[in-house]
């Protein structure tokens, strides 16, 4: 009797975090939730990666959503139609890292403040932690050019999987540590 | 049967510049794909412990005549792998406790869940065959599973 106790606490801990209940059990949330949504790739997908909005939380997405932030867009003019402007905001809000129960996105908002609102995702405590050991040349080659780029580096970003067994930087390689 | 070996890996060697193009080949060359890491081992010694761990609490009646000898070297066995876990998680996982992201860190859950875990696991079979280690023992178990669950 204590065993089966035991059993169903132990199991409804285990599904206690999750939405989908009883397949969510096996399904691998280290990373962050894969976004596919083909007016967010294009709009938001031509200058760099498209980045998952795991990756940041609604109070950030918000803030570089608005109009006058999108035209000076770290120094680019992201200008949106304001139809398109609001449905981008809203699939990054629905899916924003203080909603996600991904284990990525639990880690960069463990990492920031209550009051910070940051809007670049490579400058969190917990990337700029993990990026720590990378020598500079090999962000700053021309292959790469900055750590917004992670695809660039993480072979399976598209995926929202951003393991460092999976990390191949160019003209380094594999990432070993 | 020789020959067929034979014939089969020849065909196979034949076969590989047209299964797979030139700049695939160069890549998987220059950049083997990385083959079991210090991740994977960490994730099998965590699954071993929790399994035999498992195992070992539920195969066992008192009198049901499954012997006590292999219980124990059951439960002897998952602690040990418990203990490799918690080892290769300091060892190679040390730099994901982050201390000042407190406890909404999962990172900082899993590593406080497996280690408290393990300790009990290894707390249980320092008191068999005594009353009580069972629940040390299956606490020790639930909380690594738990602490695996967190970060899966």
């Not at chain 2, 299964?19 to 890549?27: C, D, G, M, S, V």
């Not at chain 2, 890491?37 to 009646?61: C, K, M, S």
Request: with cysteine; net charge negative.
């Amino acid at each position: 009797m204590r065993k089966v106790i035991f059993l169903v606490v132990a199991i409804s801990f285990l599904i206690a975090d999750d939405d989908g209940g009883f397949f969510d059990l096996f399904e691998r949330k280290k990373g962050v939730e894969p976004i596919k949504n083909e007016l967010y790739s294009n709009e938001c997908g031509s200058c760099h990666f498209a980045y998952q909005p795991g990756l940041l939380p609604k109070r950030s997405w918000r803030k570089m959503m608005q109009p006058q932030e999108l035209e000076d867009h770290f120094g680019d003019d992201a200008w949106l139609p304001e139809d398109i402007r609001l449905e981008v905001e809203r699939i990054l809000l629905e899916k924003s890292a203080d909603t996600s129960s991904y284990k990525r996105s639990k880690k960069i908002m463990a990492s920031i403040r209550e009051s910070e609102a940051p809007l670049r995702i490579s400058r969190t405590r917990y990337l700029d932690r993990k990026h720590d050991e990378i020598p500079k040349r090999l962000v700053v080659q021309e292959e790469v050019k900055s750590f917004s780029h992670c695809a660039k580096c993480h072979t399976e970003a598209e995926k929202g999987i951003y393991d460092d067994d999976d990390v191949d930087i160019p003209n380094y390689g594999r990432w070993d540590d | 049967m020789r020959n067929i070996v034979q014939i089969v890996t020849a065909l196979v060697l034949l076969a590989f510049p047209l299964l797979a193009n030139e700049k695939e080949i160069e890549e998987q060359i220059l950049n083997p794909p990385a083959s079991f890491t210090e991740n994977d081992l960490h994730q099998y010694l965590g699954f071993g412990a929790v399994a035999t761990g498992i195992l070992a609490g539920t195969l066992y009646r008192p009198n049901s005549g499954t012997d006590y000898e292999t219980h124990e070297k059951m439960a002897n066995l998952a602690t040990a792998l418990a203990v490799g876990a918690v080892g290769t998680g300091l060892y190679s996982h040390l730099d994901d406790l982050n201390v000042d992201f407190g406890w909404r860190d999962p990172d900082n859950q899993h590593i406080f869940l497996g280690g408290l875990g393990a300790l009990l696991m290894a707390y249980s079979i320092a008191e068999a065959p005594d009353g009580g280690h069972a629940d040390a023992g299956m606490a020790g178990v639930g909380l690594m599973a738990i602490s695996i669950k967190l970060t899966w």
